[in-house]
């Protein structure tokens, strides 16, 4: 914080007001503008590079991608296959992220608006699972959607994205319900409310951060799931994005163009999904997770 | 009746969650457990049945990969552990600064963090690949960083800091905006400058949050399989194969379940020995 209240009179020590007037300060520009440009030059430059290889024609060396072509994404797209996968990714992130979200409502909101025998049990288990390791989960996960015939179906990637997001889903999406006053949901109980809806009136209208939050925040995780997708799915037309961009990563190593077009489509959704959700997920996090 | 009734809701409310964790979660782990006793193995069923603690004697034994694979988790965890952490923290402090274009800023610095690991090697294959990658215009035209024993550890490390940094910096972020400004007001009256006062009013408010996140992230980076798998598929000569990665080869590639169980088992206790450890230590939510 390079706010330095001393140079302004007490009463106007807001913090805000105290770091706008510094704005000019050389100092600054060495201590927060320098290492960020560095940092978004760290960050930038390996998406940008994908982008190059993505537009460039094949064989072009040249570091900005002039003409542009869309060549790779037509091979990606139709030859490859990456329509079906991206479909295949598209439902199984939006199943997950409708169950995930649905599920954890009613999981924060006992947590939230409950005191009942087992609940620190319950918290206390929610946080264990974060020890679960995905990798040593396969094995017995194969067998249990084996012996369920769900082997090659788009359902057992849902049921097992949609468990592993859960907990910290629960976790966040409490710490949001909490931050709800139940003041308000109280006096709509008096006022003849049924407790159901109640929420539906009062809470949910309330609560769009955190079910963007944690929305988004499953549907991420659940587009970029690629162990699970790998074992549990052998068969082309199941393929997820990630298990399709690793076998391009495999099998046309040598196709860059392909490569970087593939990873185009397999980043689009999500960054765009997380540009527009950072600020939720950062509240969010402030409100649940860390303060527990 | 109605007592009873609404003294359930809770539970209710909660059933589908304890279902699904049950179900998924706690039957697979007692399963590995079982199968970690086992002969199993999907390619080779004739020769199924009770192994004993078969498994456990191979792998103490006679599985080099086993014991290297440790030592390289343990190296793998604490570089990227250490260094996401420092990087984190400066990050999350710059982008907690008030500037024109904060939002952005911090869209664009967070952003790797929604990328999965493999288009992370997909995109770090494009820098690294000698012909092509960006390393040439530094002028080591025709260094493999990734087929290289000696340059492979670097790359992998630097591959996933570009993505786990992000994480780290809106944990801290997170926790950073929970500190109060009146804080850094007094601490400023009194005459503390800005190096005491980041280590007298910020990292004493942030030591918490920074426990919880190098522990989750610990965790995460100890599962991580994705990168790795991709990115060097555990080599070269198996020298970046982590435990987890050692067990999902054995699970995807090998199709040996009974030994990939006893693997299991065994990260399972080091990661739950290192983690209470560490808590310990860390006195977790203690009296500052």
Known sequence: MSADVMTRPRTRALPQG?????????????RLYVPLGLYLVFTLVPFYWMLVFALRPAGSTDPVPWPITFEHFETVWNDIGYAVFFKNSVIVGVWSLLVTTVIAV?????????????????????????????????????????????????????VADTVFNLPLSIILMSGFIS????????????DGCTRFRGFLAIVLPQLRPGLIAVGSFAFIHTWNNFLFALMFVSKQDSFTIPVGLSYTIGEYSADFGALAAGGVVAALPVVCVFAVVQRYLVHGISAGAVKG | MT????????????????ALIAAF????????????????????????????????????????????????????????????????????????????????????VFSPWAVSGVLTTGIWILLYTPSTGVLRFLGQPEAAVLGN???????????????????????????????????????????????????HVTLPHLRDAIVLATLLRGVWEFNNVDLLYTLT????????????????????????????????MA????????SILYLRLSRFGGER
């Open chain 2, 3 to 18: 007592t009873m009734r609404r003294k359930a809701v809770p539970y209710l409310l909660i059933s589908p969650t304890v």
């Open chain 1, 18 to 30: 105290a770091r706008r007037r510094r704005r000019r300060d050389p100092g600054r520009v060495l």
């Open chain 2, 25 to 108: 979660l706690v039957y697979p782990i007692a399963s590995v457990a079982y199968y970690s006793l086992q002969h199993r193995n999907l390619t080779r069923p004739w020769a199924d049945g009770f192994a004993g603690l078969g498994n456990f004697r191979q792998m103490l034994f006679e599985d080099e990969v086993f014991w290297h694979s440790l030592g390289f988790t343990a190296k793998w965890v604490v570089a990227e552990i250490g260094l996401q952490l420092i990087l984190g923290l400066a990050l999350a402090l710059i982008v907690n600064e008030s500037f024109i274009g904060r939002g952005l800023a911090r869209s664009l």
């Open chain 2, 267 to 274: 990260g399972f206790v080091i990661l739950l020995f290192c």
């Open chain 2, 149 to 199: 024993p000696d340059t492979v550890f670097p790359a992998v490390v630097v591959t996933e800091l570009w993505r786990g940094v992000p994480f780290f910096a809106i944990l801290l972020l997170a926790g950073l905006q929970g500190i109060p400004g009146e804080l850094y007001e007094a601490a400023a009256v009194d005459g503390a400058g800005r190096v005491r006062r980041f280590l």
């Open chain 1, 179 to 190: 931050a709800v006053p139940f003041t308000v949901e109280e006096a709509a109980m008096v």
């Open chain 1, 106 to 158: 009613m999981g924060g909101y006992a947590l939230s608006r409950y005191r009942f025998r087992g609940r620190s049990l319950f918290m206390v288990v929610l946080l264990c699972t974060q020890f679960i390791p995905g990798a040593m989960m396969l094995i017995p996960l194969f067998s249990i959607f084996k012996s369920l015939g769900l082997i090659n179906s788009l359902a057992s990637l849902i």
């Open chain 2, 233 to 264: 598929g555990g080599g070269p000569a198996q020298v970046t194969t982590t435990l987890p990665l050692y067990v999902a080869q054995r699970a995807v590639d090998s199709k040996d379940f009974g030994y990939g169980s006893a693997l299991t």
